[in-house]
């Protein structure tokens, strides 16, 4: 079976790849893939090796390869060294920043009447209440102030932890 992609590198292309692969900073992905297409290149200065035997080397598997391949002869080389970007996040955000902020200014206010303090789960009753989002639960709440390091049960909210305080 005749391969599907040939890799064919200019003389330009080739000495920026065996750049980055003797140069100490490069991520190991880049390496890798710099590497397989140095590999792979069938053009006249190149070993031309197969795709099962480039990805026995690389330790990866020969789909890899292939897809290393396919990102180069259609996209270029700078494609086939990065990562894809993906059009849209894998889901929406729900709770950004602005409502992080609102919880924690919610949080510093003066608890409810009848109550010592804030708890985790009064805030998220009252952050629907006030229309800062449809629900909430205890726990989304619970995450932002160990994100902050924040503490609903410290003498006062909102001041950072004192230095020199072993942490527990």
Not at 48 to 66: K, L, Q, Y
Not at 86 to 96: K, N, W
Request: with cysteine; aromatic share 6%.
């Amino acid at each position: 079976m005749a391969p599907r992609y040939r890799v064919t590198l200019t003389e330009q292309e080739r000495q920026e790849l065996e750049a980055l692969t003797k140069m100490g900073k490069t991520n190991a992905k880049r390496f890798l893939f710099a590497r397989a297409l140095l590999l792979c290149d069938a053009g006249s200065l190149g070993p031309a090796w197969s795709v099962a035997d480039t990805a026995e080397a690389m330790g990866v598997t020969p789909r890899t390869i292939e897809h290393l391949k396919k990102r180069f002869v259609e996209d270029g080389l700078a494609a086939a060294l990065e990562r894809r970007q993906l059009e849209q996040p894998s889901r929406e955000v729900i709770f950004d920043g602005a409502f992080e902020a609102r919880v924690i200014a919610l949080a510093c206010s003066e608890s409810p009447q009848g109550r010592r303090r804030w708890t985790v789960r009064l805030l998220a009753e009252k952050a629907v209440e006030l229309h800062l989002a449809q629900s909430v639960s205890h726990m989304t709440i619970q995450r932002i102030f160990k994100k902050t390091n924040l503490s609903l049960i410290s003498g006062s909210i909102g001041k950072s932890r004192r230095r020199g305080v072993p942490r527990s």
